[in-house]
């Protein structure tokens, strides 16, 4: 399917979405729809980007360009890849705006980026105000209401903050809040896990797991701040439906987890603690 549209439009990240400008050729499936929850398959297998669709975006001439929307809704994914070669594949609950040919914009959501590496033109995305900069790199960042994170699988970011540039190598990671940079290590196998069903953490706050949670299942999740600040160690590879994902994040966090229309709501299983 090839077609031509506007360069104003929007691009939603579903079977009718209209690209903003240039050529796109999509191989779009229909999202699943499962009964009760707007969940797509838990089980995210090793093809789970494919099923999703990967959009191939020739871009007008650079000084014809205007940026362009692409919106993933929470319980779904999409893959694209740029005439450069570079492939960003976002997770639910995304919104990345592409500036240029070789600039994107993450406004909210999470991205692992595989960059095609051009010495003279470095890959540069910017997610909550702060500025990476590629330099030959596969690498994850997410952004929350606090936070924002950068992971690196591969060669190596440079996160450009008003100072001095700090290189970020792989199997390193960044959180930064406010005016606070934590860097730590981080195996480079479980960088941009969730594109294969699995959510890998270290000493997580279980907030930060309920956000990726909704994220990859499309289900809201309620975290009550009796367990908010916990800390979670582990790996969640999720199951096929909705009763054994509840039945795992329960066993996992330690946590009783209600169900009801509104979403999923993580209870303490202790008074106190």
Sequence with gaps: MVARFSPSMTLQCRLAAQPPFGEVVANDNAPVRRTGWRIVGALVGISAIAACGLLTISFLPLHQAQPHTISVPEGQTR????????????????????????????????????????????????????????????????????????????????????????????????????????????????????????????????????????????????????????????VIILPRNDDATRRMVGSLLDVSVHADVAGWHLESRHSTY
């Design 79 to 234: 893959s694209i890849k740029l005439p450069d070669g570079t492939i960003l594949a976002l997770n639910g609950g995304s919104e990345l705006r592409i500036d240029a040919v070789r600039r994107a914009t993450l406004e909210r959501g999470e991205i692992f980026v595989s960059v095609h590496h051009d010495q003279d033109r470095p890959f540069e995305l910017i997610a909550g105000d702060r500025l990476f900069r590629d330099v030959g790199t596969a690498f994850n960042v997410s952004v929350s209401n606090t936070a924002v994170r950068l992971d690196v699988a591969e060669g190596a970011v440079r996160y450009e903050p008003d100072g001095a540039p700090l290189e970020v190598k792989a199997g390193q990671g960044l959180v930064l809040s406010g005016e606070s940079i934590e860097r730590y290590p981080v195996p480079t196998t479980s960088i941009g896990s969730w594109r294969q069903g699995r959510l890998s953490y270290r000493n997580a706050r279980v907030s930060r797991v309920a956000e990726d949670l909704t994220r990859v299942t499309g289900v809201p999740i309620e975290v009550p701040p009796s367990i908010r600040d916990r800390s979670f160690t582990g």
